[in-house]
């Protein structure tokens, strides 16, 4: 701050004396001493001044000393020493905020910098210990749990990764960029999702605001985002999600640069939407997914997606013939493969595809027939009976359609029931409409007569 310093018990002070001059003369001794083999003398020395630098709210010059203190430490491979004075500076009476945080951040450059694994743990478990609760140093707190995290996945405990990481509620953290924010959260997301924690992996996602996406330098982040939620939509089963997901990927610049990228994201937005349930938001969707105009160069997804948005009967082992082998071979050129591969999720989203025919099917002949028998749409849908009964059951209870079934006499009526005050509407409707037509007869009689009187 301009006017003061703040110590750690949150008062602010004022600085009383410049220290720099005595710091300047005495760190270049101590470092020496230091280098002699000295190091105990050369800290009690620089112990003594920090505690005039301290009490004199000197915030630059007790940064100075705190930072030398452990780099000497680190340079003469001392490590109970480095740990032990990490932790004695930063619970001194009145210490200075900045001071800690200066002394922290050079601390924090040494985690990467040694290699023996036990020493580099300790050294992480002492910051995070003297950072714990303390809002001036948890960017670097969070930093140094990311790193401890990274190295527990690598000894492969990912439960313990995830948990460590989890403890961070970083969304909280003002003073953190927004883009290491969502970084941290995407990691957090990726781990709950490698020990198949779905449901903890769905809260955290919402903590990204999909809006910062739209700004610049964010599209790794946006893909690898965009990619982690597929992961957890294709355990839920929602392929309505994962179609908006991958046309968020569609959208992203550095997708449609590239033909081959835009043209796989671009098959599995058609797959996904053509496999969601029938509402209303996905035939919006489906409507206007059909009127991109690069579909015009994939022709086969194209014209499948026709297939959904006609008003007509589809035969499902035409379609099975037609496109099995795009959908399911192991073409090269195919990049689609993965939705219908020969997986025990590929055969389930084969079995769904073979569903939305038939429910498409059954919602054309709701739209053209008034009254059918269970015969005869059996025969249409290529199913057996019960089997028609059982999906034209499913989608009455969806609310898809309306449709009564008269067992015994194996009829089925799909027309609604009219309210009476519609059925007397109608009849009024019918009747002016009829009396427009009389009347304007007449007038038109009455003209014809008049031209003739007239000759």
Known sequence: MTDGTERADGKIVKMEMDYSSAVDQQLPECEKMAQDGRLQEAIDNLLSLEKQTRTASDMASTSRILVAIVKMCYDAKDWDVLNENIVFLSKRRSQLKQAVTKMVQECYTYVSQITDLPIKLRLIDTLRTVTAGKIYVEIERARLTKHLAMIKEEDGDLKEAAAILQELQVETYGSMEKKEKVEFILEQMRLCLAIKDYIRTQIISKKINTKFFQGENTEDLKLKYYNLMIQVDQHEGSYLSICK??????????????????QQALKSVVLYVILAPYDNEQSDLVHRISQDKKLEEIPKYRDLLKLFTTMELMRWSSLE????????????????????SNTEEGNKRWKDLKN??????IRIMAKYYTRITMKRMAELLDLSINESEEFLSNLVVNKTIYAKVDRLAGIINFQRPKDPNDILNDWSHKLNSLMSLVNKTTHLIAKEEMIHNLQ
Do not use: M
């Open 356 to 361: 939305r025919v038939v429910e498409h099917n």
């Open 321 to 340: 013939e037609d496109y099995s082998q795009e959908l399911r071979g192991e073409l090269a050129e195919n990049a689609c493969t993965d939705v219908f």
């Open 245 to 262: 997901h991958y046309r968020a990927i569609y959208d992203t610049p550095c997708i449609e640069a590239d033909t081959t990228k835009w």
